[in-house]
């Protein structure tokens, strides 16, 4: 065995620097493939769901604050807004009614799939979050008539009364 270790490693010695790298290349896509397998994949649920919850809040503050920026008075602006709960999902689910002599038993259990060697329930709808307010600092924040376009502008968008929309100027 230590024979042919020492015959291989004198053989790699002869070879040329292409042919080198091309068996080192081939070495690090087999280990690379090898750590994929053992390496655990993504992240815990919580995590990501926390994620995505936070990523949906920023979206929606960035692209609230580009519509208001771009009001005529507005100016440079911060947008704060607070949602009701978070997102809500509905699940695929497989029922089973039985009426037997008079009573009704029923049964429910969610459709599987498999991803990733576990089995994951079917998504069939999302429903996002509703905004609860919204905070506006701008600076025409001082302007009666900004912070009536802000405010329309905010109603319309979230469909939320006036009383939950606070505009203010923003502090230089």
Not at 24 to 47: D, M, N, Q, R
Not at 68 to 76: C, E, L, P, Q, R
Not at 142 to 168: H, Q, R, T, Y
Request: hydrophobic share 35%; aromatic share 8%.
């Amino acid at each position: 065995m230590e024979t042919k270790i020492k015959e291989y490693f004198s053989n790699f010695k002869k070879m040329k620097h292409k042919e080198k790298l091309l068996v080192f290349a081939c070495i690090f896509g087999v280990v690379l493939i090898l750590l994929s397998e053992v390496v655990p994949s993504g992240t815990s649920a919580k995590k990501s769901e926390s994620t995505d919850y936070r990523q949906y809040i920023t979206s929606l503050e960035e692209k609230t604050e580009n519509i208001i920026s771009s009001i005529d008075g507005v100016g440079k602006c911060k947008v704060m807004i607070t949602l009701q709960e978070t997102d809500e999902n509905f699940y695929a689910q497989n029922t089973d009614e039985n009426t037997d002599s008079g009573s009704i038993s029923k049964k429910s259990e969610y459709v599987l799939y498999e991803d990733n060697n576990n089995d994951s329930p079917v998504l069939i709808k999302q429903s996002f979050p509703k905004v609860m307010g919204v905070a506006v600092v701008c600076q025409g924040g001082d302007n009666a008539n900004v912070k009536e376009k802000v405010i329309s502008a905010v109603s319309s968008l979230f469909g939320i009364s006036s009383a939950k929309i606070s505009v203010s100027k923003i502090n230089r």
